[in-house]
């Protein structure tokens, strides 16, 4: 079983900068590839960044690319999502999700523990 906790959002301005953490419970934790997955009100849940086990690939939504960055450390169980150069259009309910399989995916399907979300506002 995995136990996920997302943290750091909260209200900024366009343009600024956030940085996500989800704290992992479970020894297997550093075997599992690791997504973010967000959700904004009336709209589906989407694909935002994934990492695999290693830290060696990643892979970002068009959408975030150049401005968000998936990383995560083995010693504090830990993945991270540095947000920057927000935009009005990032507000959403973000995600972290574990994947029992190493390699990494943009798919929701394919992961199996969930974390409750936290919410991150940018005003214009």
């Known amino acids: 079983q995995v136990q996920l906790v997302e943290s750091g959002g909260g209200l900024v301005q366009t343009g600024d900068s956030l940085r996500l953490s989800c704290a992992a419970s479970?020894?297997?934790?550093?075997?599992?590839?690791m997504g973010w997955f967000r959700q904004a009100p009336g709209k589906e849940r989407g694909f935002v960044a994934t990492?695999?086990?290693?830290?060696?690939?990643?892979y970002y939504a068009d959408s975030v690319k150049g401005r968000f960055t998936i990383s995560r450390d083995h010693a504090k169980n830990t993945i991270y999502l540095q947000m920057d150069s927000l935009k009005p259009e990032d507000t959403a309910a973000y995600y972290c999700?574990?994947?029992?399989?190493?390699?990494?995916?943009?798919?929701?399907?394919?992961?199996?523990?969930w974390g409750q979300g936290t919410q991150v506002t940018v005003s214009s």
């Open positions: 479970g020894r297997t934790f550093n075997n599992y590839a």
């Open positions: 990492i695999s086990w290693n830290g060696d690939t990643t």
């Open positions: 999700a574990a994947r029992t399989w190493p390699g990494t995916s943009d798919r929701d399907r394919d992961y199996n523990y």
